[in-house]
T-cell receptor
Framework: AQSVSQHNHHVILSEAASLELGCNYSYGGTVNLFWYVQYPGQHLQLLLKYFSGDPLVKGIKGFEAEFIKSKFSFNLRKPSVQWSDTAEYFCAVNARYGGATNKLIFGTGTLLAVQP | GAVVSQHPSRVICKSGTSVKIECRSLDFQATTMFWYRQFPKKSLMLMATSNEGSKATYEQGVEKDKFLINHASLTLSTLTVTSAHPEDSSFYIC??????????????FGEGSRLTVL
């Protein structure tokens, strides 16, 4: 069965610091990978996704993530965080069977607090 | 982008009553809708998957008689929490995908509904 693990449950950074949030998944086949963000009081929004092609994907608000197949990882990065990046970040994975996709499984989430 | 709307956003009910939460895709036809439950400081737990016009598929450990899901049209799915108890208090989130995201797997999320059972 698919599973997703996020190593950091709670991260506190100062503004302008660099961010890297880890995400590993367990599934040996073809996967689609996502990072979603949930700002305080708001619904989940897609930050970025990997479907195929270039393993380094760029998303909104300066975020990027790199898919490393050999490591089953899809870490999220941002070179310089802002106070407005304070939110909860979820990594999600679904497996692709014969072109169609299965359900989306989420990691436990990482709560990022950026101090001004 | 595709918009998914949930209603109500907050609901408080007495123990033993039933509560219905609606999930609508506003600008696309949702071939599949998913219902998640989010516990405090925990991840989103998939409860069930529903396809329009067919019975929902429930995840292991989710009581289908407790959490009734109806997907009557391509734009509406409902979750009814029957005979709610305090332990059912949670944040319920629906999500939907259209025919393009049947391939990509991307989901569009509703705002969530916070249920509090007294």
């Amino acid at each position: 069965a698919q599973s997703v693990s996020q190593h950091n449950h709670h991260v506190i950074l100062s503004e302008a610091a660099s961010l890297e949030l880890g995400c590993n998944y367990s599934y040996g086949g073809t996967v689609n990978l996502f990072w979603y963000v949930q700002y305080p009081g708001q619904h989940l929004q897609l930050l970025l996704k990997y479907f195929s092609g270039d393993p380094l994907v760029k998303g909104i608000k300066g975020f990027e993530a790199e898919f490393i197949k050999s490591k089953f990882s899809f870490n999220l990065r941002k070179p310089s965080v802002q106070w407005s990046d304070t939110a909860e970040y979820f990594c999600a994975v679904n497996a692709r069977y014969g072109g169609a996709t299965n359900k989306l499984i989420f990691g436990t989430g990482t709560l990022l607090a950026v101090q001004p | 982008g595709a918009v998914v709307s949930q209603h109500p956003s907050r609901v408080i009910c007495k123990s033993g009553t039933s509560v219905k939460i609606e999930c609508r895709s506003l600008d696309f036809q949702a071939t599949t809708m998913f219902w998640y439950r989010q516990f405090p400081k925990k991840s989103l737990m998939l409860m069930a998957t529903s396809n329009e016009g067919s019975k929902a598929t429930y995840e292991q450990g989710v009581e289908k008689d407790k959490f009734l899901i109806n997907h009557a049209s391509l734009t509406l799915s409902t979750l009814t929490v029957t005979s709610a108890h305090p332990e059912d208090s949670s944040f319920y989130i629906c999500s939907a995908r259209d025919w393009t995201s049947d391939i990509t797997g991307e989901l569009f999320f509703g705002e969530g509904s916070r249920l509090t059972v007294l």
